[in-house]
């Protein structure tokens, strides 16, 4: 098996001198223990907010490319800084920015693709027994220009070296110990999974709950590269993020979550004609307001008032983006000259996700039974192949969360 | 002729984003006439500091590569700003990293010298009609490694790339309006030159006045770079740096400078055997001790006693390192079994610097003479083909500097 470990320290962890030794420390130890390791770091702190503050000093829109530029500073310093405190500890590490480890992306600045990882340095320099610090979060184009991987970035630049250099694992550190059930500041009796599917952490992520970015994890998936979630203040076993095929026992539901951040938009009284809904959405999509669950219904055709059947097209949004979503939506109101535009945020989602539901079957009527049993009544519903969600009132969230959690098995004592 | 234009800006020049327009609204004013602009510009004010108070905090020692590589984003963060500031009033312009432009030097961490520059990316740049604003300071070595150039750094980058592009002229911008004859807070009639030469730049900046480095006066010396010293807060002309020959009138004596802080140290009674001299001066530069004026003397042997001939070696050499360099020498009376070391801070050095001395006759008489009028004593002296130096007490200095001001025709109203 692979000797070669990357391991990735956010922000964070990395935010004053005091804490980037004890990551220092914490490197030593597996550095003892023989692997050769390949650590990705994030920039110190506040150090990218400070700079972004310092470029809009300058300017109201900076070119991306001069962003890019300026931001990937941000892990240059941070990973200087490991160097110098594992050699402080008498252990050889040199760092190297994304360009020196031959990442190379696509050219879309602020947001680039990695395209492809040479790794013939890393390797060199691994054989040489040295640690690798790798600037996380950049990369450079076919010009040589510094580019940036948006959000989430550093974490793609560890699994995307782990799958390059066929790591053993790639070790994601944060502030938490694992990948929890649900939320444990919500639900008291949440529990650490050991594993999870690449599918289900996907599925959390985009419900926001999960404590990866998606592309990290889609990344991982593609290359069959195995994430450790573990926390960066012990040394207990976190939550492997793994094939489905490598989980022995599929547990039905994996993880319960609650969104009490959007409202529910109801765009009525619509054309019953192809492409309205395509036109609804698009839209919205070139505003990049991200949408959740999605339900249409249709009135039928009035024979009495010879008026045309209708339709309801309504669907949650983040509740901060519901006046851009009413205003980007009156044009197409104005033009097919039907419809009209109304808006609730006392509405949470509560979600349950897991692969087991492929094969279990009755898992979302035992989810619906038990709101229901709970007199909590069901105003909208959306599944996946792996996700139930169903959109009930906001003061009537948390007891769904908890009661969801009881149902499915997964508080800490059963 | 070339229409390439090197300009240098230092910190103090950028130092914070109302600085960073300024300097973007002067580089917009040669855009507009036509030139094409590579613009090298030095760490913002204080960053410098702020990254070597950082490393600090993790180590007292930390290894050169990997202070490059902290260092190395001061100037990366103030090239990104300047190109944003430039996009602000429309002057298309992008920014690089000394790695960007092919700036290669060799290995030497911390104090690397220029090895080539490959000038493809700033000439394609430049032809599509791009301001270039280049990191200075900095490079890459043959492996891709971040290297730094040490002091005066940022003037030694700009002086490359003007020979490298065979620019017009390379302009350096500093908070003063050119070279001075002298130290105008010292003496009031202090004169702006027009020209100077390449070696009497050197001499000066040896002798702590100029207000360029060494480095890079000897790299545009050897490339035949105009160097044009400019003041950063207004548009007047300031001075040029050339080779001799294209001096027309040659004047006698260019400036004169006041050294008042070094010492006079002497090592006297010491063995007459080849090699001494040699000794003493060898230990001291392994030190990095500046020693700037030499005089050796001889004692005659005493045949009523017996005692054979010894020497006395004074030099002069900085105040701070008076201490360092007793502690150096002592081990070598030791084993001489001979001489005693005495050091003197009271006294000050006053030079007269002129490539016009290579054909002028009696300029060493007039300086000594001059200085012998006034009561002022001369304790040693130390000429080379364009300088003369003489070691005076202390609180004559600032006299014997007005003197010979005057004695050489360099006052203003002169």
Not at 14 to 20: F, L, S, T, W
Not at 83 to 94: D, F, G, K, S
Not at 261 to 266: E, F, L
């Amino acid at each position: 098996m692979s000797k070669i470990l990357v391991q990735k320290f956010g922000g964070t962890s990395v935010g004053d001198p005091e804490r980037i030794r004890r990551v220092a420390n914490r490197i030593k130890s597996y550095h003892d223990k023989g692997y050769q390791l390949v650590v990705v770091v994030s920039a110190m702190g506040d150090t990218t907010d400070d700079l972004i503050d310092l470029a809009a000093k300058i300017s109201a829109n900076p070119p991306k490319r001069e962003m890019d530029m300026l931001l990937s500073t941000g892990e240059q310093i941070s990973v200087s800084l490991l160097a110098m405190a594992l050699h402080e500890i008498h252990v050889p590490a040199r760092s190297f920015t994304g360009g020196q480890v031959h990442i190379v992306t696509d050219g879309n600045f602020s947001n680039a693709r990695i395209e492809s990882i040479d790794t013939k340095r890393l390797s060199a320099e691994l054989d040489k027994g040295q640690v690798c610090i790798v600037a996380g979060f950049q990369g450079i184009d076919q010009n040589q220009n510094i580019t940036t991987l948006g959000r989430g970035g550093s974490d793609t630049t560890a699994v995307a070296l782990a799958a390059a250099l066929k790591a053993k694992e790639c070790e994601i550190y944060t502030d938490v110990d694992g990948v929890y059930t649900t939320d444990p500041n919500k639900v008291e009796k949440a529990r650490k999974l050991d594993q999870i599917s690449y599918d289900e952490m996907l599925e959390l992520a985009s419900l926001g709950a999960g404590v990866l970015h998606s592309r990290s994890v889609e990344f991982a998936k593609k290359y069959e590269v195995i994430i450790h979630v573990k926390s960066s203040f012990n040394y207990s076993e976190g939550t492997k993020v793994v094939s489905e095929s490598q989980i022995m026992e599929k547990i039905t539901v994996t993880g319960v979550t609650l969104k009490s951040d959007d409202a529910r938009m109801t765009v009525a009284d619509i054309p019953d004609k192809p492409g309205v809904a395509a036109e609804i959405f698009q839209v919205l999509a070139d505003k990049k307001i991200n949408i959740d669950v999605i339900v249409q219904s249709s009135s039928r055709p009035d024979r009495s008032t010879g008026k045309d059947r209708t339709n309801t097209i309504a669907f949650t949004l983040p509740i901060a983006a519901v006046a851009e979503a009413k205003e980007t939506l009156q044009p197409l109101i104005a033009k097919w000259g039907a419809g009209n535009i109304s808006a609730d945020a006392n509405i949470a989602i509560v979600s349950a996700v897991g692969v087991g539901m492929k094969s279990h079957t009755g898992v979302a009527a035992s989810m619906f039974k038990a709101l229901a049993d709970n007199g909590i009544n069901i105003e909208m519903i959306s599944t996946s192949e792996i996700k139930i969600s169903c959109v009930i009132a906001k003061d009537r969230g948390k007891d769904a969360l908890r009661l969801i959690h009881t149902v499915f098995g997964l508080d800490k004592d059963s």
